[in-house]
């Protein structure tokens, strides 16, 4: 029996065509949950918490357990009592749902918007959306708010819109209105979609209809938010207004095919005033007649340069279509600024390139990065700049872009060399100082004019100083104004600051001012603060900080973000760079000199936490990292991904923090505990930088294995970027050290990475003896994982080398010890090696068994390379059973999934499995260009075996 499961609507299941019953509500949401997981196990926890909170029963455990029994019986009537369930598995702590994902809707409606993406195939978007049935699990309550159930809505409601787009684009205006009013009934002030709809009504005639909308719409966005519509709106309107023929054009142009134009700018400032003739000149120096590339906004600091350019660039963005970049250089950070090369590898990430393809010299990166940008339209707004050097490589080559910098400096070398123009930015103007003033603590600074003009004097007329002592008067109320700016007088000359004139020291008094009128725990958290090296934090890492709990975190950053001494942006908190300086100044004042090992040992273990949930079966390949003092890190299987994602950055910075404070061993353990996200991830740069800076860590310790197993680490780096010539000589440098201090488990780790390295060069003789002592070694030493890993690896060399019976039972020994020890990925991929065994041999059906069960676990997890592969094994199954058509499909998804992460290996093997494809049809010249892409790639990277594979493939193609 085929089963069939339904979670886009109504839950539901089906054996064939006959129903299935599920069960009570609760038996139902477990079932949701591990649908959910994408074929990931879920850990009891997990579920206790998704389905209980915080209030679980005593018998939690055994209430799933009795749930996952009655689950096994109605999903699985056939098998036998007591035997293993093949779909409904217990696995670590948790369970996992092994279904394949074409019987899955959520599975389904994935992959064709993935398809969709890749194509712009208006067919495929309109498959996805008949799935749709309604809210996922409409008749489960309980599973309304969960983050992954809010992701599959908006991804939804994202295709409707893109669908609308692309109907409309075609001249289906009815079918556009339709998709439209979907995505504006769910949220009516959806401006995108609003606009849509409007153009929708326009191209079908319905123009009245079409102006009662953005009239409603313009009142509900008055009455609710209380602003004015947004520049696509109010471009619809005009459109209707002059029945401009642009009402059915396409979507703006991206930068990389299916990937949207990056729109990176900072929030605008609020409560921005003044400069209304710097605004005009920036409009002047970048506008007709004479535009110019490069605009610098060069001042003191805190006068305003990055409101001022913000506030520019938000007003002028829609004459860039081809997107906005945007990048805090820390110029004036003494210990990290950024580096033009990692300002290039933030850029070309932005643009759409893989982390695979990024290259490694600067140069390379610089020319690329200009080849991306020719003929664009894109502004590039470069913050904080301290020199041209560090702006120089971060240039445009051609005309079309815009680049404003905002620096301290005049940066002359700009000037003279590249054409830039200058802006020059003083402090405010009186009236416009006078004006934010009013703005920002009411209208009681205008009651008392004298007042109000010196206590912008006291600040310096520098906008930041201002919004900082506005802040003040409010929290003095009822006190007068006369009374607040005296008080500020006399601890001015109490200073001994009066007569200086140098506006730093006039703001470091207002800051003093300020820090002065915090509680003491508030005043030590910003001292702290100001150590901290990453660009912002959140509430548990400030507790770590602090050395206490998040309650009282929360509480010092709300108080310093009243007091403008932090900036809140969302749940994370950033800090001026003058004022982290003016607090790291206090704190080394106070004693507290460089950061609290807490804050390091938060963020390993936190680090080491969300891996053990990501990569729970590799948990004992990663040093052991014992917990901190303080309350756990709260994360969950569905969490812990985007905890990295949003922590990278500062997880990189404290290492580097930490290398240079004689914090070493931190450096080291982060690098071992993040190899596998970063690299499954494809953050090579951020990868090599850390593993770089571990490494010189590493050398000055006294313990060299260390060095290498991150000489082992930075192999396998520059192996998932084809750099083969520099993965030999780390691995080859760690087989040596490992001889060295005789450790046999390290040195077999390097010979077995080098054994894998060697099968991509076609080195199989070679390979095979490294992998084969390295099972040898492990199975002695009880390491079952590294025995699996050398298994899996040695039957992929036997396929290579033709020897499909020893592949074969090489691959199913790694299967069975990663599924006795819980690796469900490592045992996806050796049932994806066994597929070829069985492919290779023309036994389609067990090969498409394997391949199904493999993308069952792949799905759903970060190992977008496994889905690829996977697919790729079913197109080849495909052709083999004359499926032409569903075999393209596969194929053509697989490619575009390798490119999309940069692995140009698979890239070359999916290639030649579409000239096998095409051959088989006939489409010789097709057949002819695939065979020939994938014989480039292979040569380019030195995959031997793929490039054999397209000679043979050319080669039996007719003259």
Known sequence: MTLRIQVLGPMRAWHDDEPIVLGPPAQRTLLGLLVLAG?????????????????????????????????????????????????????????????????????????????????????????????????????????????????????????????????????????????????????????????????????????????????TVRRRLADELGVDPGAELTAAHQDLLTEDARASAPARPSVAAGRPAPAELPADV?????????????????????????????????VGKTALATRWAHRARDRFPDGQLYIDLRGYDPEQPVSPEAALARFLRSLGLPGEQMPADAEERAALYRSLLDRRRMLVLLDNAASAGQVRPLLPGSAGSVVVVTSRDGLPGLVVRHGARRLSLDVLRRDDALALLRRLAGEGVAGDPAAADELAAHCARLPLALRIAA????????????????????????????????????????????????????????????????????????????????EQAREHLELLAGSHLVQRGGDRFGMHDLLR?????????????????????????????AMDLLYPAERGRRPHVPQPPGPPPVL??????????????????????????????????????????????????????????????????????????????????HVQQARYEEAGAELQRAVELAREVGDTLVRVRALGNLGHLYQWQGRYAEAARFLGEVVAVARHSGDRAGEARGLGNLGQVRLRQGRHEDAARDLRASAAICHD???????????????????????????????????????????????????DGLGGVDVLRGEHRRAEDRLGEALALFRRIGERAGEARVSNSLGAAAASTGRLADARAHHLSALRIAGEIGFRYEQSRAEKGLAGLPA
Do not use: C
């Open 581 to 609: 300086a003016y607090a790291r100044d206090l704190a080394l004042k106070a004693g507290e000199a460089g950061l609290p090992r807490a804050v390091l040992d938060f963020y390993l273990h936190t680090a080491a936490t």
């Open 39 to 215: 074929g990931q196990p879920v850990g009891l926890p997990g579920l206790i918490d998704a389905i209980w909170g915080d209030d679980p029963p005593a018998s939690a455990v055994n209430v799933i357990q009795t749930h996952v029994k009655r689950l096994r019986r109605v999903l699985e009537p056939s098998r036998a009592p007591h035997s293993r369930s093949e779909l409904l598995p217990y696995l670590g702590d948790g369970y996992h749902l092994v279904v394949p994902p074409d019987r899955i809707d959520l599975l389904r409606f994935r992959r064709l918007l993935r398809r969709a993406a890749d194509t712009g195939a208006t067919e495929t978007l309109s498959e996805a959306m008949a799935l749709w049935q309604g809210q996922p699990f409409a008749d489960l309550p309980q599973l309304a708010g969960h983050p992954r159930v809010r992701s599959i809505v908006a991804e939804h409601r994202a295709a409707l819109a893109r669908l609308g787009a692309a109907l409309l684009a075609a001249g289906q205006a009815g079918r556009a209105i339709a998709a439209f009013e979907e995505v504006t009934a769910a949220d009516p002030l959806d401006e995108a979609g609003q606009a849509g709809l409007i153009r929708a009504l326009a191209a079908a005639g319905r123009r009245a209809q079409a102006f009662a909308t953005f009239h």
């Open 270 to 302: 609020p409560g921005f005033t003044g400069r209304a003739r710097e605004l005009a000149e920036l409009d002047r120096l970048t506008g007709p007649p004479d535009p110019t590339m490069i605009a610098i906004v060069s001042g003191t600091a805190g």
């Open 471 to 550: 802040e003040l008067v409010h929290r003095r109320a009822p006190a007068t104004l006369a009374s607040v700016v005296g008080e500020l007088a006399d601890h001015r000359g109490r200073l001994g600051l009066l007569s200086t004139g140098d506006p730093h020291s006039d703001i470091a008094v207002v800051f003093s001012w300020s820090y002065r009128d915090l509680p003491s725990g508030a005043a030590r958290t910003f001292r702290l603060l100001g150590h901290h090296p990453g660009t912002d934090v959140d509430v548990p890492a400030v507790a770590a900080l602090i050395g206490g709990t998040r």
């Open 636 to 717: 969950r299987d569905t969490t812990a991904l985007a905890w990295l994602d949003a922590e990278r950055a500062n997880l990189v910075a404290t290492a580097v923090h930490a290398v240079a404070h004689g914090q070493e061993w931190y450096a080291v353990q982060l690098a071992q505990v993040l190899l596998r996200y970063l690299e499954s991830g494809g953050h090579y740069t951020d990868a090599v930088a850390l593993h770089e800076h571990a490494l010189r860590a590493a050398e000055s310790l006294p313990d060299p294995r260390g060095a290498a197993q991150l000489r082992i680490n930075l192999g396998v780096l």
């Open 821 to 871: 020890i819980g690796d469900a990925i490592g045992e996806a991929y050796a049932l994806l090696y066994l597929g070829h065994v069985e492919s290779s041999s023309g036994r389609s059906a067990e090969a498409a068994d394997h391949y199904e069960r493999a993308l069952s676990v792949f799905a759903g997890t970060a190992e977008v390379a496994g889905t690829a592969y996977a697919l």
